[in-house]
């Protein structure tokens, strides 16, 4: 098979890295794309880094098994912790902090950016760290947001249902104060909830989107490095589960706003 033919593999810890997978459909639309999310074992974000890196080396190795020609870690968690799993690859490798750390550097007009993330994502400073290492003078603010995980794997996105408002609030509102005019959604799970996140912000903040980042900084290293799909054939998805894919179809059905009935597989992720 032509390498330029093969999918691109995409991992998350479930539903978040959906947000990567959408722009990349736009992006790249005769791309081949492989989805693992790892729904039986999600949230990743609350657990020790062994934990995140054996998990993140089982997902790698599962997309591996589709023959995928690039591996994205559409994870903020699995980005910031898993570091070195760039170099354990023989295919090109992107996750999702240096892109957006990038986005965000550019978009920012006064300085101050907030960044929101996992447990695990915030405690690395992995975002402020890139962000500061492209412009030192810019201000961070971080802050991670436990419950925004499990609120979008139980489908609580509405940006008008109380319980949604409520914990954004909780966890954004101190943004205001800083006068921050960007903020990084640095966990994939999170643009599922930048609706709700933009009201409690208001209009004038940027935000900025780590799976649609990602994506566009995908599309350029394809390019760059010839592996892009040369046919103007619609891309083929697949996606694979590692719990049941009820709740993931309905979704990412909606998400994606494109039905995946019946596409989605459900593997034991411990045999990889
Ligand atoms: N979507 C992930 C991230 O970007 C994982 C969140 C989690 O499983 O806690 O961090």
């Known amino acids: 098979m032509d390498i330029k033919d093969m999918a691109i593999g995409v991992f998350d810890s479930g539903l978040g890295g959906l947000s990567a997978v959408r722009e990349l459909m736009k992006v790249l639309p005769f791309e081949n794309i492989v989805y693992f999310g790892d729904t039986g074992r999600v949230p990743y974000g609350n657990r020790s880094r062994d934990t995140i890196i054996k998990y993140a080396q089982q997902d790698v190795n599962f997309l591996l098994k589709h023959n995928v020609k690039m591996i ?12 070195g ?20 550097a550019k978009a920012t007009k006064n300085g101050k950016i907030g960044v929101i993330g996992t447990t695990a994502t915030i405690n690395s400073h992995s975002y402020k760290k890139k962000i500061n290492e492209i412009n030192p003078d810019l201000q961070i603010f971080e802050k991670d947001c436990p419950l925004f995980v499990p609120l979008v794997e139980n489908g609580f996105t509405d940006p008008d249902d109380i319980i949604v408002k409520s914990v954004v609030e909780h966890y ?15 966990c994939t799970h999170y643009p ?18 780590s799976g649609c980042a990602t994506a566009l900084h995908t599309a350029d290293l394809l390019k760059k490095k010839g592996l892009a799909q040369a046919k103007e054939v619609t891309g083929e998805y697949k996606f694979f589960v590692s719990d049941t894919p009820d709740n ?10 494109c039905d995946i009935h019946r596409k989605v597989t459900q593997i034991d992720i411990e045999e990889y």
């Open 172 to 186: 954004t509102g101190e943004f205001i104060e800083k006068d921050v005019d960007t903020v990084i959604l640095g």
């Open 248 to 257: 993931f179809e309905k979704m990412a059905g909606m998400f994606l706003g």
């Open 192 to 209: 599922l909830l930048s609706c709700a996140i933009q009201r409690v912000l208001g209009e004038n903040v940027t935000l900025i989107d």
């Open 85 to 104: 799993l760039a170099d354990t690859l023989e295919v090109p490798f992107t996750g999702v902090v240096n892109p957006t750390a990038y986005a965000a």
């Open 72 to 83: 994205i870690a559409a994870c903020g968690t699995v980005s910031s912790v898993a570091t």
